[in-house]
Nanobody
Framework: VQLQASGGGLVQAGGSLRLSCAAS?????????MGWFRQGPGKEREFVAA????????FYSDSVKGRFTISRDNTKNTVYLQMNSLKPEDTAVYYC?????????????????????WGQGTLVTVSS
C-alpha cells in the first residue's frame, strides 16, 4: 500500500487547511483503518486522529478535538483531515497511516505500532 499525503502549506493562526491522503496498491482501501500523526520540530511523532474502515468511529487527540475532523471517501481511496482554528503549535509534518486490521479503538488508534503503512508526510506551518 502506498500512501500519498498532500495539502500542507503555510497558514496564519486561526486559518484552515484540508489534508488529503490518497491510497494506492491496496486490495481494498475500505478494509483499512486510517490515521493521521504529526511530528513537530524537535518532538516525537504523535497521534492526531483516526477513523475505522467504514467511517463509523473516529478518534482524536485532546489537543485537536473540536478543531480537526477526519473523514474518508472509500470511492476515492482517500482520507481527509480538515483542520480549523489552527494554532502555531499545530506546526508539524503530518503523516497518514493505514492499519490493515480495519478496526481501532481508543487505545489502539493512538499507537503507532498498530499501523502497517505510512505516507511520506506533508508540512503544515502555522504562523502567529
Amino acid at each position: 500500500v502506498q500512501l500519498q499525503a498532500s495539502g500542507g502549506g503555510l497558514v496564519q493562526a486561526g486559518g484552515s487547511l484540508r489534508l488529503s491522503c490518497a491510497a494506492s496498491g491496496a486490495r481494498t482501501f475500505n478494509s483499512y483503518a486510517m490515521g493521521w500523526f504529526r511530528q513537530g520540530p524537535g518532538k516525537e511523532r504523535e497521534f492526531v486522529a483516526a477513523i475505522n474502515w467504514n467511517g463509523g468511529s473516529t478518534f482524536y487527540s485532546d489537543s485537536v478535538k473540536g478543531r480537526f475532523t477526519i473523514s474518508r471517501d472509500n470511492t476515492k481511496n482517500t482520507v481527509y483531515l480538515q483542520m480549523n482554528s489552527l494554532k502555531p503549535e499545530d506546526t508539524a509534518v503530518y503523516y497518514c497511516a493505514a492499519d490493515s486490521y480495519g478496526v481501532l479503538d481508543k487505545r489502539s488508534a493512538g499507537d503507532r505500532d498498530e499501523y502497517d503503512y505510512w505516507g511520506q508526510g506533508t508540512l503544515v506551518t502555522v504562523s502567529s
